[in-house]
């Protein structure tokens, strides 16, 4: 007998594959498909939807149900703008709290980042990207403020193959990567701040 999943494997389920692209924004998730797909009890589905209703990850519309938030020029702005906000703040509690084992294994999904680029592996390098910087950010010790970002990211959630507006875009954000991680192995706050900062306000919205 398989064990049933709780409602927090559904939500991690869920967001991987919204984070993905499986699910693009504005598609709905009719709640009987997806309790086929992640074999899920109709509560336990019903439980994630909510939640990620309430991260506003989904969105609901009486009598249609749960589709996945589609965001609009406006709010794709604020969420950008919030983000520069919040991770460039981190940038001074990542300088201070970053060992050695953390750039190291920085440095190594940056220059995965960069083979998978040479390789065309556009899923690969999605998620490579997303990897990295999970782990940039974790450098700067606030698990909470992970959370807030991840929840941040997926307001506008990208499919992978439209995910950069053009191949050279792809290459600066591998070499803004490497400089972010020479940045933070200097210790120089101002200069990861600013690499952040030009990293997330490029003119596509997604880094």
């Given at each position: 007998?398989?064990?049933?999943?709780s409602?927090?494997?559904?939500?991690d389920?869920?967001?991987a594959?919204?984070?993905?692209?499986?699910?693009?924004p504005?598609?709905?998730?009719k709640?009987?498909?997806?309790?086929?797909?992640?074999?899920?009890?109709?509560?336990?589905?019903?439980?994630?939807?909510?939640?990620?209703?309430?991260?506003?990850?989904?969105?609901?519309?009486?009598?249609?149900?749960?589709?996945v938030?589609?965001?609009?020029?406006?709010?794709?702005?604020?969420?950008?703008?919030?983000r520069?906000?919040?991770?460039?703040?981190?940038?001074?509690?990542m300088?201070?709290?970053?060992?050695?084992?953390?750039i190291?294994?920085?440095?190594?999904?940056?220059?995965?980042?960069?083979?998978?680029?040479?390789?065309?592996?556009i899923?690969?390098?999605?998620?490579?990207?997303?990897?990295?910087?999970t782990?940039l950010?974790?450098?700067?010790?606030?698990?909470?403020?992970?959370?807030?970002?991840s929840?941040?990211?997926?307001?506008?959630?990208?499919?992978?193959?439209?995910?950069?507006?053009?191949?050279?875009?792809i290459?600066?954000?591998?070499?803004?990567?490497?400089a972010?991680?020479?940045?933070?192995a200097?210790?120089?706050?101002?200069?990861?701040?600013?690499?952040?900062?030009?990293?997330?306000?490029?003119?596509?919205?997604v880094e």
């Amino acid at each position: 007998m398989r064990k049933k999943k709780s409602s927090k494997d559904l939500i991690d389920l869920l967001t991987a594959d919204i984070s993905a692209g499986v699910f693009s924004p504005g598609s709905w998730l009719k709640q009987i498909d997806l309790q086929r797909r992640y074999e899920a009890s109709r509560s336990e589905t019903r439980k994630a939807l909510e939640t990620l209703c309430n991260k506003r990850i989904v969105r609901y519309e009486p009598n249609r149900g749960y589709y996945v938030h589609h965001a609009d020029d406006v709010s794709t702005d604020e969420v950008r703008d919030i983000r520069i906000m919040l991770e460039t703040s981190a940038a001074e509690f990542m300088v201070k709290q970053v060992t050695d084992e953390q750039i190291e294994d920085l440095y190594q999904l940056a220059q995965r980042f960069m083979d998978q680029i040479r390789e065309h592996k556009i899923t690969e390098i999605y998620e490579t990207n997303i990897a990295f910087h999970t782990a940039l950010l974790a450098t700067c010790g606030n698990a909470s403020l992970m959370e807030l970002v991840s929840d941040l990211r997926l307001r506008i959630p990208p499919a992978p193959a439209s995910q950069w507006s053009s191949y050279a875009r792809i290459e600066q954000s591998g070499k803004e990567h490497f400089a972010m991680v020479d940045a933070l192995a200097e210790k120089d706050a101002d200069r990861l701040k600013a690499i952040i900062r030009a990293h997330i306000d490029q003119a596509s919205g997604v880094e």
